[in-house]
C-alpha cells in the first residue's frame, strides 16, 4: 500500500497491521513516558490498533517516506473517554512506531501537533 494513505484507508490499514500475527510494536521514550504519566495501558494502545479510527491526514514522520497518523477510539480500560495515540506503521513489515499517547479531551493542554 502505498502511503500517505486517507483517513479511511489508514484506519483499515493499521487495523490489518494491528491484528496480524507477527505485528511488532516498538515505544518512543516520550511513548513510554506519557504511558505512565497518563495511566493509559500498552493493551490500550494495542485495542487502538486493532480497533481504532483515524480522522485526520497524516503528517510526515522524521524518516523519510513515513508518515505519521493518530489513531483514538475508547478501549476497555479507558472508562469511556477517548485515547489516541500517533504512530509510525510499516504496511510491509507489519510494525508500528509508537510516537506517543494521549486523552483525546486533554489534548488542548499537550504541547505539540502529530
Given at each position: 500500500?502505498t ?18 500475527p ?12 506519557r ?39 475508547k ?40
Amino acid at each position: 500500500m502505498t502511503e500517505p494513505w486517507s483517513p479511511t484507508n489508514a484506519t483499515y490499514a493499521i487495523r490489518e497491521i494491528g491484528q496480524h500475527p507477527a505485528l511488532s510494536l516498538a515505544y518512543k521514550v516520550h511513548a513510554t513516558q506519557r504511558l505512565l504519566d497518563r495511566g493509559i495501558t500498552t493493551s490500550d494502545v494495542l485495542y487502538l490498533l486493532r480497533n481504532g479510527y483515524v480522522y485526520d491526514d497524516p503528517s510526515s514522520a522524521t524518516q523519510h517516506g513515513y508518515f505519521r497518523y493518530k489513531i483514538q477510539g475508547k478501549t476497555p480500560n479507558s472508562e469511556g473517554r477517548d485515547v489516541a495515540a500517533v504512530v509510525v506503521p510499516n504496511y510491509n513489515t507489519k510494525t508500528v512506531k509508537v510516537v506517543t499517547v494521549m486523552w483525546v479531551d486533554e489534548q488542548s493542554t499537550c504541547a505539540g501537533t502529530i
